[in-house]
Each structure stands twice: as structure tokens, then as C-alpha cells.
């Protein structure tokens, strides 16, 4: 069946580079005769009917900007069988023969359920700062986020070695250490403590029993949020108890790292992504998601794409080790 209209959307948590995902789907869209338009409010929107039509002009001048324009919601309605079913008569009567959908892993599990249940083509984007989806090297917003991370960094460290002090800086990622860990490189931190090392050792006394601190006259450790590692006011708590001598403090990074306009790196990357989307439903394509490794845009069933936990790169691992002494 020829693809004459398409729906875009945005789910999930937000992610700098959403925008020019959006636009270049619209664009390359258009570019080729199809249709687009427009979902609010992510999956919601096809449950509620916000839906609105888009031309070349509706995504101008947004390249540039953080967030979503189309707007982002977590729908409880659309993770059900009921919820689903009206979704897929609005697509019905809004004559969208294929989905583009933005978002992280919920927003790709949906998708894939989605998809099965109603034999739609859907194409999926890698919108999400954590970095977390297998099959791809890259996903849109991670970039920006890790910038956005190493800038804050630079300002705590300097109050931090003003007062001699440790610091436990929290950032996102919840089930991954992408952020943390190459936070803490980029930043010139001492250590990241993140999920897939807290499931088999104890990183905090490790961190100070390899003489932390000895020649120091203060100390930034990245923790990644999340019931894993328990986050940095655990950290700090135990570091009081255990560990009185030091003078801690804590630092959550929290929202800030979802803003901000995004880099060029997350532009060029939605940019390719966006279009490549396009091209995979015209090739025939169903159920997969855009992914990029080696530089080389790849198509990543959604099976494969939204499976838990991505491998972090044991060297990254080491050059931290290494560096911080």
C-alpha cells in the first residue's frame, strides 16, 4: 500500500534535538508527496484527536529551539486494549496510513505493541538523553544533555576546591551510566557510581578505600539517579556515617539537563534521522527503529531496540580510573 499521509509524535520525557527530528521528518515527508500531520501530546493526542495539519512552514525556524513542539504526555489510556482501539480509529479517520513515532524506550515499546495489534507501519526515532537504546550509538538529546552536564560540573568544581570539599552530583539515566560516566570524563570528575556496577559491588567504599581524595583538595563524583544506586543524597548519608571526616555535599542536576538548545551534533543527527525515517517507510519498513553506528544510518527492529541494558564500553570505564588519580 503507498503511503499517501503520515503522523508524527513525540513521547515520553523530552529530549534537545526532538524539534529537528520533527522537522525533518516533515520536510523529507513532504519532499517525497506525502501528508503530514501533526499528534499533540504524544499518544494522548491520538486518544483525544489533537491532531493538526503540517506544511513546510509549520516546522520553520524550530531547529534551534529544546522541548518538543508537538508537545509530550504519558498516557495510562494508550497501555490499554480499549485506549489502543480508539487511537486506531482516529488514525483511521484522519486517513494516516503510517506512524512516525519520537520518543525513548516506553515510547518504542508502545509503538511496537501498537503496530502488532493493527498491522500500521511505524517508524521509530531515538528521542531520549540517556542514551539507552541498543542498536544505536547515538540517541537524540544525549549530547546536548552530556554538554549541558560537563558545563554545570565546570561551575560546581570551583566552589568545590574553593571549600574543600566532596561532592555527590546527581544526574539522569535511572537504569544507565551513559551520562555519569562520560560526565565525569568530559568534567574531569574523580568517579561516576552507576547502576550496572552498583548490581555487583559496593562503588562507594571502593571509591574510598582506593585512597580517595589523598592528593586532593576536593573530589566531584557523578551518580546516576534511581533506586540502583539510590542516588546522591544516599550517597552523601552514608559518607556522613561512614565516612565523617569528609565535608559533603550534594548537587542535583535534575530538569536543567533535559533543556537547552540542542547541539550541532543532536541537530545533524535528527536531521539524518528524521529523513532516513521517511526513507525507511517508503523502502517498505515497518516496526523498526532509525539507529546510527559507525556513523551509518541502520534500521533496528523494534525488538532489538528496546531491550534493557545497553553495554557500557569497559574502557570508557578504565580511562576514568586511570585519569583520576
Given amino acids: 500500500m503507498a503511503i499517501k499521509c503520515i503522523g508524527i509524535l513525540t513521547s515520553g520525557g523530552d529530549a534537545p534535538g526532538m524539534n529537528a527530528a520533527i522537522r525533518a521528518v516533515t520536510r523529507a515527508a513532504i519532499y517525497n508527496g506525502i501528508e503530514v500531520k501533526g499528534i499533540l501530546r504524544g499518544y494522548r493526542g491520538l486518544i483525544t484527536n489533537e491532531i493538526v495539519p503540517f506544511k513546510t512552514n509549520s516546522v520553520s525556524n524550530i531547529i534551534q529551539q529544546g522541548g518538543t513542539m508537538l508537545k509530550t504526555a504519558r498516557s495510562k489510556e494508550f497501555q490499554t486494549t480499549e485506549g489502543r482501539k480508539i487511537a486506531y480509529e482516529t488514525i483511521q479517520r484522519e486517513e494516516?496510513?503510517?506512524?512516525?513515532?519520537?520518543?525513548?524506550?516506553?515510547?518504542?515499546?508502545?509503538?511496537?505493541?501498537?503496530?502488532?495489534?493493527?498491522?500500521?507501519?511505524?517508524?521509530?526515532?531515538?528521542?531520549?538523553?540517556?542514551?539507552?537504546?541498543?542498536?544505536?550509538?547515538?540517541?537524540?538529546?544525549?549530547?546536548?544533555?552530556?554538554?549541558?552536564?560537563?558545563?554545570?560540573?565546570?561551575?560546581?568544581?570551583?566552589?568545590?576546591?574553593?571549600?574543600?570539599?566532596?561532592?555527590?552530583?546527581?544526574?539522569?539515566?535511572?537504569?544507565?551510566?551513559?551520562?555519569?560516566?562520560?560526565?565525569?570524563?568530559?568534567?574531569?570528575?574523580?568517579?561516576?557510581?552507576?547502576?550496572?556496577?552498583?548490581?555487583?559491588?559496593?562503588?562507594?567504599?571502593?571509591?574510598?578505600?582506593?585512597?580517595?581524595?589523598?592528593?586532593?583538595n576536593s573530589s566531584l563524583v557523578l551518580v546516576t539517579e534511581g533506586d540502583i544506586t539510590g542516588g546522591a543524597m544516599a550517597m552523601a548519608e552514608r559518607v556522613k556515617k561512614e565516612y565523617p571526616q569528609y565535608d559533603v555535599r550534594v548537587s542535583i542536576l535534575?530538569?536543567?539537563?533535559?533543556?537547552?538548545?540542542?547541539?550541532?551534533?543532536?541537530?545533524?543527527?535528527?536531521?539524518?534521522?528524521?529523513?532516513?525515517?521517511?526513507?525507511?517507510?517508503?523502502?517498505?519498513?515497518?516496526?523498526?527503529?532509525?539507529?546510527?553506528?559507525?556513523?551509518?544510518?541502520?534500521?533496528?527492529?523494534?525488538?532489538?531496540?528496546?531491550?534493557?541494558?545497553?553495554?557500557?564500553?569497559?574502557?570508557?570505564?578504565?580511562?576514568?580510573?586511570?585519569?583520576?588519580?
Fill in 96 to 216: 494516516i496510513d503510517a506512524l512516525v513515532v519520537i520518543g525513548g524506550d516506553g515510547s518504542l515499546t508502545g509503538a511496537r505493541i501498537f503496530a502488532q495489534e493493527f498491522n500500521l507501519p511505524i517508524v521509530g526515532l531515538p528521542g531520549t538523553i540517556d542514551n539507552d537504546l541498543q542498536g544505536t550509538d547515538l540517541t537524540i538529546g544525549y549530547d546536548t544533555a552530556l554538554n549541558t552536564i560537563m558545563q554545570a560540573v565546570d561551575k560546581i568544581r570551583d566552589t568545590a576546591s574553593s571549600h574543600e570539599r566532596l561532592f555527590f552530583i546527581e544526574v539522569m539515566g535511572r537504569e544507565c551510566g551513559f551520562l555519569a560516566l562520560n560526565g565525569a570524563i568530559a568534567s574531569g570528575a574523580e568517579a561516576a557510581i552507576i547502576p550496572e556496577k552498583s548490581m555487583e559491588q559496593d562503588q562507594l567504599a571502593d571509591l574510598i578505600s582506593n585512597g580517595f581524595r589523598k592528593s586532593k
Fill in 254 to 325: 535534575g530538569h536543567v539537563q533535559r533543556g537547552g538548545s540542542p547541539t550541532a551534533s543532536d541537530r545533524i543527527l535528527a536531521s539524518r534521522m528524521g529523513a532516513a525515517a521517511i526513507d525507511a517507510l517508503l523502502d517498505g519498513q515497518r516496526n523498526v527503529m532509525i539507529g546510527i553506528q559507525n556513523d551509518e544510518i541502520v534500521y533496528v527492529p523494534f525488538s532489538k531496540a528496546i531491550k534493557k541494558n545497553k553495554p557500557l564500553q569497559q574502557d570508557l570505564l578504565d580511562t576514568l580510573k586511570i585519569l583520576s588519580i
